[in-house]
């Protein structure tokens, strides 16, 4: 399984962004995301994640009621819709999947797939 993350960029604090993570393969409707960052300095961190299907989503405390993770299994892509960004949620962002059929996990080291990263960076 092949992650590519992208979409991050430089916003002012306050401001959205919608990140994109495409898979490859024919096993990602099968795999439970997720989203982890890493700020400089710290370690990686939790911040969303999502079941196979999209009926069911956890959120780190810091995020909950800004950001939104979804799925399009038909694209074989997983989106984190940013909003009320703020300079603390600066960090390169990456996707992971899980194995098939594995459920929802908080902690990486049960994500076996990673993607590179892409860098948010939020000014205040």
């Known amino acids: 399984v092949q992650l590519q993350a992208f979409g991050g960029g430089l916003v002012q604090a306050g401001g959205s962004l919608r990140l994109s993570c495409a898979a490859s393969?024919?096993?990602?409707?099968?795999?439970?995301m997720g989203w982890f960052r890493q700020a400089p300095g710290k370690e990686r961190e939790f911040v969303a994640t999502?079941?196979?299907?999209?009926?069911?989503?956890v959120y780190a405390d810091s995020v909950k009621g800004r950001f939104t993770i979804s799925r399009d299994n038909a694209k074989n892509t997983v989106y984190m819709q940013m909003t009320s960004l703020e300079p603390e949620d600066t960090a390169v962002y990456y996707c992971?999947?899980?194995?098939?059929?594995?459920?929802?996990?908080?902690?990486?080291?049960?994500?076996?797939?990673w993607g590179q990263g892409t860098q948010v960076t939020v000014s205040s």
């Open positions: 393969g024919r096993t990602f409707s099968t795999r439970t």
């Open positions: 992971a999947a899980r194995r098939a059929a594995w459920g929802i996990s908080l902690y990486r080291n049960e994500y076996a797939y």
């Open positions: 999502i079941t196979s299907t999209g009926g069911g989503t």
